[in-house]
């Protein structure tokens, strides 16, 4: 008879898939590089020291707080500190001074991820917590000067993607020197204040060259001032494209936000109502940025189907409320943050039917 | 070959099926000791007919069925019963059982043959199944005449016989179809007989193109299936062919439909044609655990240490043995249990293959709900199981899991997805029954 012998005990499944936390979030690393690359093209060494100095700050950060609880440490290099630290130094201008990315990414970690529970359970995205922190506590480091995209790339370019020929041929155009697509596009809706700082029929010119294909063209590029990360739409995509073939994003997500923006962005992003311009809407700012990466992280956004697509329909909606109507001239960090807070009634009310299943409750 | 069908959601784990897929199946003789389990079908346990001592014959009737959802259990040997006791079972902690000594395996007739099986009523056929102890052997083990006697005012229209044989590893249906075809349509034609359907149909995943050429060679409707897991559990399986969703809580009888597995056809085949319980089967020894991976025709009753050994023993990296596959299987802590009725395969992993991940926090990457074949939220049924909201879990529809695993295998967490939403279903039903 065959002798018998023991054997470890475990639950089905009993193989497992190729997927781990950290894979994920290698692509995403990987994915951010080209618009990391990006912007020490346009902005000099200095995006990379600032993206370098957040990265760490951001792993540091993690560690000792994993430290400090006793939990594993081997967390701190999963890859989700390191995504952090790129996101929240992706959300500085380049002109912001060393410690701002080294405060900004430890609050993110410690507040906005750590006090939670740590990877997983936090409520809100970390990096766009420590960004609105940032913001809060040094507006005018954050807010205030926005240097033009010249690092290596050659040539003077205005922050404000409209040509410096094209530029110079608008009345009053000083007035309007070192302002960002958006901030543009905010002046304008208060027509009255442009024209006075500016000349009569200003606004218009305004609109006319923002919605230029050679404004196109250089937002596209991203030889435009503003954040690090956000500036050069094209290779946003690419990062993007790159994390769908994967199967790390889903695109319900950035496309249900992207959608709205645009649709909003025609509807009142213009003069009046509906002669807006929506391609100039999704690719000024930070929208192509927050959808693609932010609006997209897995933690803090529904995990139903439906769930993701009225989170990137919400955020959209606030987003171009604030561009038209709020304070700040980009709402595009502020709209997924709030969004984020109505995640878990998002997902409880968005659960889909079960194979079979009938509803009762219709 | 028809349109290819499939339902929705469901994941791809290495096939691993090359291992055993072109080993012919070879008869094991039966082993000194045989341990019969009156517990192989899903239900009541049969009760013991016999005391230590006895002699018993090869078919002879050991436990009675006690209860409508059980079954008889007859001895696969002729010999004597050693003891009737509780054992340890490779589909439970342990269970009752019949050992049986064995002085030889002829014989086994023990109904009278029919060799046209429509001389007889549909009744008749099913009465036999009864006696016979057939039950499902794609690894439920619900016996069989209870899902071919459909309560009044159901109406059954439809047939799937299933090869689909979604699990990984696993070959057994396989070798089965392409060697024994002509039985696996009959036993087919016998079901359908008694379900008073037409047209019965076979789903067969496109993994294995020999067997659907060698069943449409033969006569048989095949419904060629993605090759995709779940693709063989039952609900799935008819959300594909018929567009039809099985009610939650209910039974593929609610909408007209049976599924039976091609093994189970091979057994219904040798109750009616052959006069003879259901007393073996194919069974699937893989694994790069296991030096000489096979397919073995094994009595029920042989342990599983006796089916490595035929198929050359264990690998020195051998580290998990499992009855079943490798998605739903479970694990067992003792090579020596018996093979039931339900034991498709003994699956032994090497270190290398076997799932070692450490739980890390769930990412809310949404994998499971995406894969979930039976569209739930595993990850926020889990989590509600994990702070024991046990109500939660259950608005959350955790009673409709089927424990396929498919939540849990895609996890980039690696978390015990369907362990925590089984426990979740224990509670869930523990707290009904103290309420009522």
Redesign the interface.
């Known amino acids: 008879?065959?002798?018998?012998?023991?054997?470890?005990?475990?639950?089905?499944?009993?193989?497992?898939?190729p997927?781990?936390?950290r894979?994920?979030m290698t692509d995403v690393v990987i994915a951010l590089l080209p618009a990391a690359a990006a912007a020490v093209y346009f902005f000099g060494l200095r995006a990379l020291l600032l993206v370098v100095l957040s990265v760490a700050a951001a792993m540091a950060a993690e560690y000792l707080c994993l430290k400090f609880m006793k939990r594993p440490v081997s967390?701190a290099l999963?890859g989700?500190a390191a995504v952090t630290g790129i996101l929240l130094a992706f959300n500085v201008p380049s002109s912001v001074p060393w410690w701002i990315p080294i405060l900004g990414s430890a609050f993110a970690i410690v507040v906005g991820k750590q006090a939670f529970?740590?990877?997983?359970?936090n409520i809100v995205n970390p990096a766009l917590l420590g960004r609105a922190f940032l913001v809060a506590s040094f507006p005018v480091l954050m807010t205030a000067g926005w240097p033009a995209p010249s690092g290596y790339s050659g040539g003077t370019w205005s922050t404000s993607g409209i040509s410096q020929e094209r530029l110079a041929e608008i009345p009053g155009a000083d007035a309007i020197s070192g302002a960002t697509p958006l901030n543009l596009m905010k002046q304008t809706f208060d027509e009255e204040g442009m024209e006075t700082r500016m000349g009569e029929g200003a606004p218009e010119r305004v609109r006319e060259e923002l919605s230029s294909p050679s404004t196109y063209w250089n937002l596209l590029v991203g030889r435009i001032g503003g954040c690090l990360g956000e500036t050069s739409g094209i290779l946003l995509i690419l990062g993007a494209a790159y994390l769908v073939a994967r199967g790390v994003l889903?695109i319900r997500l950035p496309l249900s936000y992207l959608g709205t923006i645009a649709l909003l962005g025609w509807v009142w992003g213009g003069a009046g109502w509906f002669d807006g311009d929506p391609l100039f809407h999704v690719l000024a700012g930070g929208v192509l940025l927050g959808g693609f990466f932010m609006v997209s992280d897995?933690?803090?956004?529904?995990?139903?189907?439906k769930g993701?697509i009225i989170f990137g329909i919400g955020a959209g909606v606030i987003t171009m409320v604030i561009r038209r109507w709020g304070g700040y001239p980009e709402g595009c960090s502020y709209s997924i943050l709030l969004m984020n807070l109505v995640t878990p009634l998002i997902?409880r009310y968005t659960?889909?039917?079960?194979?079979?299943?009938?509803r009762q409750d219709g | 070959m028809g349109k290819v069908k499939t339902f929705s959601g469901g994941t791809h784990p290495p096939g691993s099926k090359d291992l055993s897929s072109s080993g012919a199946i070879e008869r094991l003789p039966a082993p000194e000791l045989v341990r019969v389990s009156l517990c192989q079908h899903l239900g009541a346990p049969s009760k013991p007919l016999v005391k230590k001592g006895d002699s018993v014959t090869r078919g002879q009737e050991v436990a009675e069925q006690n209860g409508f959802i059980s079954l008889p259990t007859h001895s696969p040997v002729n010999g004597t019963v050693v003891k009737v006791e509780d054992a340890p079972m490779p589909h439970r902690r342990s269970g009752p059982s019949v050992l049986i000594k064995t002085e030889s395996e002829e014989g086994g007739r023990v109904f009278e043959p029919w060799e046209e099986f429509r001389a007889h009523s549909p009744e008749e056929i099913i009465e036999r199944i009864k006696k016979a102890g057939v039950c499902g052997m794609g690894g439920a083990s619900f016996p069989t005449y209870v899902k071919l006697s459909p309560p009044p005012g159901k109406e059954i229209d439809t047939l799937i016989l299933n090869g689909v044989e979604c699990e990984p590893y696993l070959t057994a249906d396989h070798r089965l179809m392409l060697e024994q075809g002509e039985d696996v349509i009959l036993g087919m034609e016998m079901l359908a007989y008694a379900l008073g359907v037409e047209n019965p149909v076979i789903g067969i995943e496109v993994n294995k193109p020999d067997a659907i050429e060698h069943m449409e060679s033969l006569g048989a409707t095949v419904v060629p299936l993605k090759v995709k897991y779940p693709q063989g559990a039952e609900k799935q399986l008819i959300d594909a062919h018929t567009g039809r969703e099985v009610p939650a809580g209910g039974l593929p009888l609610d909408v007209g439909v049976v599924v039976q597995n091609v093994g189970t056809a091979k057994a219904v085949v040798q109750a009616v044609r052959d006069g003879m319980p259901t007393m073996e089967r194919v069974v699937t020894v893989t694994g790069r655990g296991i030096n000489e991976p096979s397919n073995l025709l094994v009595q029920v009753g042989t342990p599983f240490s006796e089916l490595v050994e035929a198929a050359g023993g264990y690998a020195d990296d051998v580290v998990r043995l499992i009855n079943g596959g490798p998605m739903m299987g479970i694990a067992q802590y003792t090579d020596d249990v018996p093979v039931i009725k339900g034991t498709s395969g003994v699956l032994a992993l090497s270190s290398e293959e076997a799932r070692q991940s450490v739980e890390a926090p769930c990412i809310r990457c949404g994998k499971c709900v995406d894969a979930c074949p039976m569209r739930l939220v595993p990850s926020l049924i889990a989590r509600s199981a994990e702070y024991e909201q046990w109500e939660q879990a259950e608005r959350q529809g955790a009673l409709n899991c089927m424990a396929c695993g498919t939540c849990s295998y895609i996890c980039p967490s690696g978390r015990y997805l369907v362990h925590y939403i089984k426990r979740a279903q224990e509670m869930i039903r523990a707290l009904k029954k103290k309420e009522a």
């Open positions: 008879m065959a002798e018998s012998r023991t054997f470890e005990l475990a639950m089905s499944p009993h193989v497992e898939g997927r781990t936390t894979k994920v967390f999963d989700s529970g740590g990877i997983g359970h889903e897995m933690v803090t956004t529904p995990v139903t189907k993701r997902d659960r889909p039917r079960a194979l079979g299943e009938v």
